[in-house]
């Protein structure tokens, strides 16, 4: 790579100009001091007691949403969304929140490692690990071309450029290198390639929709780019009548995103393929009398072959409600169609994208609510094929060195595809991993990465985004990044990779160019301060060059609008639906403590694999929640624990992904992974386990305790409380409080980690769980309708403290230790409460946590702790208060500023993260606030108002919509 500008802007340089950055838009902190001195006079942006921020961006998924990461003295302590990035906008999801966890994991390794005669793993140093590594690399370049390969994540940036010049220099050729991204939508990629010659994934735009219909595609927990989905879907959301957002939800299990629903059409796992020809039936059919794009009706003839009686045969679903939905796209345009999802991605899912393509073109979509020309292409996912054409390698022995950065093919792919098996032939396999895995298991040489809050590089999420990651924070061992050791590596092979340096800076400063150019429409005259202005900004931003409008190639959409046979169920079987949660996505990251603790928003299982059934299902095979079940395929056999869920089909059992689901799946079939379509055996075990389950009686018994409106009845009923016997505490100055719309949350739990990261909420662990001991502040309460047995009808409440006015817990308290502020909040001091829980025995809500135990904050873990924030201490009552340190850090600000905090500047942790912007905080006391405002509205209520706590908290109704 060559310099892109005659000055040269060194790492060094940057950091000391970027130093005095302000606390607003920090960059990374300056070099490591060689001398241990006490500082004299302290840098300029580091002030004790006052956070500094910086500018990345999460790697957690392929989104690449902006993070803004704050940091005290020296040490990363809480991540937020970055509110210029144009796709999180400022929210970042509950696996964004988590990785601050991984930065501070008490297993990362702490140096590189190479495993013994023994078995073991030992320390070695870089310079003996990188000299062996460079050496078996030449060795097996001298043997001819393949004997090196390269398993990586997905890596649309710097990373990824060096990568490919890396293994270019060792000899390697373009599919030496597979990129894993197991959950990625391959079936739709494939189908734009064939129907409209772009190869690429559209970049779904849901602020125009009126109508979206899902098919397994889950956007607002890990489909595409779920923070920007949530929001999306939520602007449109809050209304009564024809302009509220509508969304259909398609599949065999009711999903998080099919709770958000207004509609669920509860087809058969693989029945969406037929569903969506009976959409494309009906909007195609004369009779209808729809209009569709002239370049759809050639098609017109091979899809009204399909009888619509066959069609929903195969469904498993009344015509009716498939005609229902297409009558709506029909009126209700523009609109989008959205498929597969990991849930519907079976062996047919291209067909189903096709199908659905060429859906979204008859109605007028494309361009609209799905825009092509966006995806960067810079980094594309290998396919299964190519991902099993590697195993097959690595058996046969043709694989000499192995590279694993950030890849985890034995934990994130299914067992019978034979990756464990298959490391075993490889001679030399080396491991970036940050910490243990199941692959690195079978690593021999481990050289563990910094974690992206300790890195430098550049992603490229789509066209016009270019995120940049910086360090926040000194590496907290003797790691290095993996572009760096691949640069150092290859300035050793026999023939140089062409690397500007072998720091990692240079590489992302040499893109830097291209970046401005792009961005600014020229070259700049000089690179350095629009790059630093870039890093403080978080990334480059632009709106990318036009494209032209991809068109229909009618005659290669023909073999997909075939419906395949039906294959012969077997007798005594399901249909094994596996899912990712927001929480565990695709496995990677389900060791980190916070997404554990955190209870599954619909099953509100932590800790333990569950395995979700029917209660038809589950009374047939006999069993109850927590009893153990065997469910077994050709792949092989698990035993889980049952949790009875009336949001699944009578045929179907669904399983989250994880180790028990990846050992009952095949291998894969074709161009894609294969998540649904398998057929699995279950039966009771025999034993019984305590499932580790926080919720209480799902259902409201009649209580309306989460009330819904309509159109025709746009308010809840509420309770006349306007007699008063004593007059209420006076707030003269503020009345902090809090609204929550009910029809925009999503129920992501994104709020539920932001307030462990924020409050230090300490992590209890599963035998806690199973006795109900979570210390959660938060808490995403799930009622299933209103009696068992009845009418589905699932609603959603976020349940926190609701700082009463005429709260119940503050005149029990023997020692004072809860009282009313001025300000209307429920303070809790610590040092004073004995333990007795008679606040918690006379709460309503049930919000407050005990302590049955010291927090453990087992080291490095205590270095992220919040330092605003006490640490309580066992037989200590706790529990929110509004994110108080943010409250009191506001007024400080204002007050030295000689102004009233204005509205909106004072953002609790939960209402900071949440994607969909459904809690807003604020002053009670200005009427033009907009707390006030919302808690006016004609949907508003109060949880159990009729105790007459007079909670500061406002909930407004969720919207039950009726037909177009």
């Given at each position: ?654 399983l989250p992904i994880g180790p028990e689901a990846l050992a009952l799946l095949p291998e894969g079939a074709g161009d894609q992974h294969v998540w649904a379509g398998v057929r699995a055996t279950v039966a009771a075990a025999g ?278």
């Open positions: 790579m060559s310099d892109p500008s005659e000055r040269r802007l060194g790492r060094r340089t940057f950091l000391q100009l970027a130093g005095g950055a302000g606390v607003a838009a920090g960059c990374s902190p300056k070099a490591a001091t060689e001398k241990l001195v006490p500082w004299m006079v302290a840098p300029e942006e580091i002030v004790p007691g006052r956070p500094l921020f910086y500018r990345t961006a999460c790697r957690e998924c392929g989104a690449g949403c902006g993070v803004t990461a704050r940091t005290r003295e020296g040490r990363a302590t809480k991540l937020e969304g970055n509110p210029e990035d144009p796709i999180g906008r400022g929210a970042l999801c509950a696996r964004g929140q988590a990785a601050i966890q991984e930065l501070y994991h008490p297993d990362r390794f702490k140096g590189p490692l190479r495993r013994g005669k023994d078995g073991a793993l030992t320390p070695v140093s870089w310079d003996e690990a990188e000299d062996a590594l460079a050496r078996a690399i030449a060795a097996a370049q001298a043997k001819g071309p393949g004997r090196v390969r390269l398993l990586t994540r997905l890596e649309p940036g710097s990373t990824g450029a060096v990568q490919r010049a890396f293994m270019k220099a060792a000899g390697g050729r373009p599919e030496d290198r597979v990129v894993l991204a197991p959950l990625a939508p391959a079936p739709l990629r494939a189908a734009s390639a064939a129907l409209l010659g772009v190869p690429e994934l559209p970049v779904v735009d849901l602020s125009a929709a009126r109508s979206v219909v899902a098919f397994g595609a889950d956007l607002v927990e890990t489909w595409s780019s779920p923070v920007e989905l949530a929001r999306q879907l939520a602007e449109g959301r809050g209304r009564l009548g024809a302009e509220r957002r509508r969304l259909t939800w398609v599949g065999p299990r009711l999903a998080l995103t099919g709770v958000s629903a207004d509609r669920w059409i509860g087809c058969r796992s693989g029945g969406e393929l037929a569903v969506a020809l009976g959409l494309l039936r009906w909007l195609l059919d004369p009779a209808s009398r729809v209009s569709v794009a002239d370049a759809v009706r050639p098609l017109a003839a091979p899809v009204l072959r399909h009888a619509p009686a066959e069609l929903a045969a195969r469904a498993g679903v009344e015509w009716r409600e498939i005609e229902r939905v297409a009558r709506e796209l029909a009126v209700r345009r523009p609109s989008a169609l959205l498929a597969p999802g990991p849930q519907s991605q079976g062996p047919d899912a291209t067909a189903l994208a096709a199908v659905v393509l060429v859906a979204n073109l008859a109605l007028g979509n494309v361009g609209r609510t799905l825009r092509y020309g966006l995806d960067p292409r810079e980094d594309v996912p290998s396919s299964a094929a190519e991902v099993r054409a590697l195993v097959a390698a690595i058996g046969s022995g043709g694989v000499d060195v192995l590279l694993l950065q950030h890849a985890d093919p034995v934990g994130t792919l299914p067992a019978a595809l034979g990756f464990r098996e298959a490391l075993a032939k490889v001679p030399l396999v080396v491991s970036f991993a940050l910490r243990p895995d199941p692959t690195t298991d079978r690593a021999h040489l481990v050289l563990p990465d910094h974690h992206t809050l300790e890195s430098f590089e550049d992603t490229v999420p789509r066209a016009g985004v270019v995120n940049l990651v910086q360090p926040v924070m000194t590496p907290l061992a003797d790691t290095r990044q993996s572009a760096q050791v691949l640069m150092e590596v290859g300035a050793k092979l026999p023939t140089p990779a062409p690397f500007p340096s072998t720091d990692p800076w240079d590489v992302v400063l040499a893109r830097a160019a291209e970046h401005a150019k792009a961005a600014l429409g020229a070259a700049p005259a000089d690179v350095a301060p629009v790059h630093r202005a870039a890093f403080q900004r978080g990334g480059y931003w632009f709106e990318p060059a036009a494209t032209p409008a991809p068109t229909l190639r009618a005659a290669a959409a023909e073999p997909f609008l075939e419906l395949p046979p039906a294959a012969p169920a077997a007798a005594g079987t399901l249909d094994l639906v596996v899912f990712p949660t927001p929480l565990r996505g695709d496995g990677r990251g389900a060791d980190l403590p916070w997404l554990r603790e955190v209870p599954d928003a619909l099953s509100s299982v932590s800790w333990s694999p569950w395995v979700e059934l029917s209660p038809a299902t589950a009374r047939r095979i006999g069993v109850s929640t927590g009893d153990l079940v065997v469910l077994g395929t050709a792949a092989g056999r698990v035993e889980v624990p049952a949790y009875l869920f009336p949001g699944i089909r009578d045929d179907a059992a669904a034993k019984r386990t305590r499932l580790p389950v926080l919720e209480g009686s799902p259902y409201q018994h009649g209580r309306e305790i989460v009330p819904a409106v309509s159109a025709a009845a746009p308010s809840p009923r509420r309770p006349d409380l306007s007699a008063k016997m004593y007059p209420e505490p006076a707030h003269p100055e503020h009345r902090w409080a809090m609204a929550i719309d009910l029809d925009r949350c999503t129920g992501c739990q994104a709020c539920m980690v932001a307030c462990h990261a924020e409050n230090n909420v300490p992590v209890m662990g599963p035998e806690a769980a199973r006795a109900g001991r979570y210390m959660g502040w938060i808490r995403v309460e799930r009622y299933l309708g209103d009696e068992p047995g009845g009418a589905l009808d699932v609603r959603l409440l976020l349940m926190l403290c609701q700082q009463c006015t005429n709260a119940p817990c503050e005149p029990v308290c023997p020692v004072y230790a809860t009282y009313h502020t001025p300000e209307g909040l429920n303070a809790q001091i610590y040092n004073r409460c004995v333990g007795t829980r008679y606040c918690s025995n006379n709460c309503p809500y049930k919000v407050r946590t005990f302590n049955w135990r010291d927090a453990r904050f087992e080291r490095p873990l205590d270095m992220q702790l919040n330092p605003d924030v006490t640490v309580r201490s066992r037989g200590v009552m706790e529990k929110c208060t509004f994110c108080i340190q943010r409250i009191r850090y506001a007024e400080n600000e204002a007050r030295d500023a000689g102004r009233p905090v204005a509205d909106g500047e004072i953002v609790p942790a939960c209402a900071q993260t949440c994607p969909s912007r459904a809690i807003v905080f604020g002053d009670a006391n200005d009427p033009a606030s907009r707390v006030s405002r919302l808690a006016r509205d004609g949907r508003a209520f109060r949880a159990l108002e009729e105790v007459n706590a007079q909670p500061a908290i406002t909930y407004l109704a969720r919207v039950e919509d009726g037909e177009p």
